[in-house]
């Protein structure tokens, strides 16, 4: 009987840790709430192999606040398995269990045509089956009587771009028709340089979505691809609104690919300066990195009067106490570094000048 017992409360125990949820610790800005989400997942209702409730439960426990189910509307291998099936079952199956886990849960479609225009993911849609005709630009047309937040997916996905990663004139055609507001700069673990470069030039938003296929498990200490948005407050609304007003930073392993204010935003906040000394010998400063990030700093302009670092990693969650030596007598200066893994243009780090 004991032996039963036993078996009984460690099965409680394993059934309730799949409940745990891993906090994500990226720091909010002034003024806004970093909200970390995936728009870009699919079910069985499309090419996807786990059922919508599974996309929920996956978000809850790996720290998600938001995501948005996309299955595709022209590409529907398991469609004999549920004939007639809407296409707003995905979100209704998934709409109870994002309730009770808190998660906000965005309708939404992928709009899956050849290149180009390629696919693109259709958010806040209040019915996905007005999408499915057959012109790809009625299709777009019929997201924007929506109101939907339309992004150009994968856009170097090397099926349909096999050489180099290129901007079609339906693409122009788009955008100078409002149907597309931004673009995934990273689509599972794949970065695309070009895409940030033309979201820079064009104002467009960058995304970076999992896109994911199958059931989504991570290793301990691991994220997945995701976007973080600064919202107002931790609803739909507000993220729609952060989307349009291009409030996004892509998080990519341990990198960070977004707007040069928002990546310094996301280090300052990140940064909490523990302790500083200054003698006529040297300057030293202890911080702790309260997020999840570490920030690999490699030295920029050299400057004779300051001796200091030629690279160094600031661990996530690390303390670090960073001495600066003055020489030739001087009494100051500026510390210059760049930030590698803080993307700030395609494949550059962010620029940091620390007076001390
Ligand atoms: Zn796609
Ligand atoms: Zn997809």
């Given at each position: 009987?004991?032996?039963?017992?036993?078996?009984?409360?460690?099965?409680?125990?394993?059934?309730?840790?799949?409940?745990?949820?891993?906090?994500?610790?990226?720091?909010?800005?002034?003024?806004?709430?970093?909200?970390?989400?995936?728009?870009?997942?699919?079910?069985?209702?499309?090419?996807?192999?786990?059922?919508?409730?599974?996309?929920?439960?996956?978000?809850?426990?790996?720290?998600?606040?938001?995501?948005?189910?996309?299955?595709?509307?022209?590409y529907r291998p398991h469609k004999n398995d549920m004939p007639?099936?809407?296409?707003?079952?995905?979100?209704?199956?998934?709409?109870?269990?994002?309730?009770?886990?808190?998660?906000?849960?965005?309708?939404g479609s992928e709009i899956t045509r050849s290149m180009p225009p390629g696919h693109s993911n259709a958010l806040f849609l209040s019915d996905c089956n007005a999408l499915d005709v057959s012109v790809y630009m009625d299709a777009f047309k019929a997201a924007k009587a929506q109101n939907a937040f339309i992004f150009w997916n994968h856009p170097g996905w090397d099926a349909q771009q096999p050489d180099t990663t290129r901007w079609f004139k339906?693409?122009?055609?788009?955008?100078?028709?409002?149907?597309?507001?931004?673009?995934?700069?990273?689509?599972?673990?794949?970065?695309?340089?070009?895409?940030?470069?033309w979201c820079m030039e064009k104002k467009l938003t960058m995304l970076g979505n999992t896109d994911v296929h199958d059931p989504l498990t991570l290793k301990e200490g691991e994220h997945r691809t995701m976007t973080l948005v600064f919202a107002s407050a931790r609803t739909p609304?507000?993220?729609?609104?952060?989307?349009?007003?291009?409030?996004?930073?892509?998080?990519?392993?341990?990198?960070?690919?977004?707007?040069?204010?928002?990546?310094?935003?996301?280090?300052?906040?990140?940064?909490?300066?523990?302790?500083?000394?200054?003698?006529?010998?040297?300057?030293?400063?202890?911080?702790?990195?309260?997020?999840?990030?570490?920030?690999?700093?490699?030295?920029t302009s050299h400057n004779p009067d300051l001796v200091y670092f030629r690279d160094y990693t600031i661990d996530a969650h690390?303390?670090?106490?960073?001495?600066?030596?003055l020489a030739n007598g001087a009494t100051g200066g500026d510390v210059n570094f760049e930030i590698t893994n803080l993307l700030a243009e395609p494949n550059k780090g962010l620029h940091v000048s620390f007076p001390i």
């Open positions: 009987m004991k032996k039963l017992i036993f078996f009984f409360l460690l099965s409680i125990s394993v059934l309730s840790y799949s409940q745990v949820r891993n906090e994500i610790q990226i720091p909010d800005i002034p003024g806004f709430k970093t909200l970390k989400c995936d728009f870009h997942m699919h079910t069985v209702f499309s090419d996807g192999l786990v059922w919508p409730t599974v996309r929920v439960n996956e978000a809850y426990a790996q720290g998600l606040d938001a995501i948005a189910i996309t299955d595709h509307i022209e007639g099936a809407s296409l707003n079952r995905p979100y209704e199956i998934a709409e109870a269990a994002a309730r009770s886990n808190n998660i906000i849960l965005i309708r339906e693409h122009t055609e788009l955008y100078n028709a409002g149907l597309m507001q931004g673009i995934e700069v990273v689509n599972g673990t794949e970065y695309y340089p070009e895409a940030q470069r609304e507000a993220i729609r609104e952060a989307l349009i007003e291009r409030r996004t930073v892509v998080y990519l392993n341990d990198k960070l690919i977004g707007e040069e204010k928002y990546l310094k935003e996301i280090f300052h906040q990140s940064i909490e300066i523990v302790n500083t000394e200054k003698t006529d010998k040297y300057y030293r400063i202890t911080v702790k990195n309260n997020s999840d990030l570490p920030f690999y700093l490699h030295k690390g303390r670090h106490t960073i001495t600066v030596k």
